[in-house]
């Protein structure tokens, strides 16, 4: 089986723009998750959709939004790009049984804003 | 700040050592898990030990949760080169279905 699937692997933008990422979950998933990891920190928690139901969100400004489709996949959209978006950005999927599921990551889209 | 918090940030280590890291945090939590990542990829998921559990092993790895300390170490034993990468605990809060991650520990493990 697939594991989680993330695209594009790099992106480049510039201050200003909106960007796009996209995730799909392991096969059965029903859940996703959000993060972003700065450069030498751990990931923080952005969103986390179950049904295309937003069921968390993490202390980050509206200009960060997320949706997840039918077929469980995700995608993240970032307006008004600023430097300190620049990041990696990991989805994780979960098998909802309950809270704080075990996750399994993507390999991330490494965002960098100029 | 971070919920959970990781120690040492930097740990280098002989091959065929023991490695252990800790971490704290601040808040109840429904679960614990340990992941590893290697030079700035995905994560991958090592280990998972609930609240109501006091230790767990996985091959080389074992870890402990003490909910009166609100802490956790992982021990790696008879490390290997393979080793090396970040490694994060994230905890799982009660009743908020979000993941808080530390800020790693790297582990070096030297050939």
């Known amino acids: 089986d697939a594991g989680v699937t993330q695209s594009p692997t790099h992106l480049i933008k510039t201050r200003g723009q909106h960007v796009t990422l996209r995730c799909s979950p392991i096969s059965g998933h029903k859940s996703v998750s959000w993060y972003q990891q700065v450069l030498g920190q751990g990931p923080q928690f952005i969103f986390q959709y179950y049904e295309k139901e937003e069921r968390g969100r993490g202390n980050f400004p509206d200009r960060f939004s997320a949706r997840q489709f039918p077929n469980y996949s995700s995608e993240l959209n970032v307006n008004a790009l600023l430097l300190g978006d620049s990041a990696l950005y990991l989805c994780?999927?979960?098998?909802?049984?309950?809270?704080?599921?075990?996750?399994?990551f993507g390999p991330g889209t490494r965002l960098t804003v100029l | 700040s971070q919920q959970g918090e990781e120690d040492p940030q930097a740990l280098s280590i002989q091959e065929g050592e023991n490695a252990t890291m800790n971490c704290s945090y601040k808040?109840?939590?429904?679960?614990l898990q340990w992941y590893r990542q290697n030079s700035g990829r995905g994560l991958v998921h090592l280990i998972l030990i609930r609240s109501n559990e006091r230790e767990k092993h996985s091959g080389r790895l074992r870890v402990t949760l003490d909910t009166s300390k609100k802490s956790s170490s992982l021990l790696i034993t008879a490390s290997r080169a393979a080793d090396t990468a970040s490694y994060f605990c994230?905890?799982?809060?009660?009743?908020?279905?979000?993941?808080?991650f530390g800020s790693g520990t790297k582990l070096n493990v030297k050939p």
């Open positions: 994780a999927s979960s098998s909802p049984s309950g809270i704080g599921d075990e996750q399994f």
């Open positions: 808040t109840s939590i429904n679960n």
């Open positions: 994230a905890t799982a809060l009660t009743p908020f279905n979000k993941f808080y």
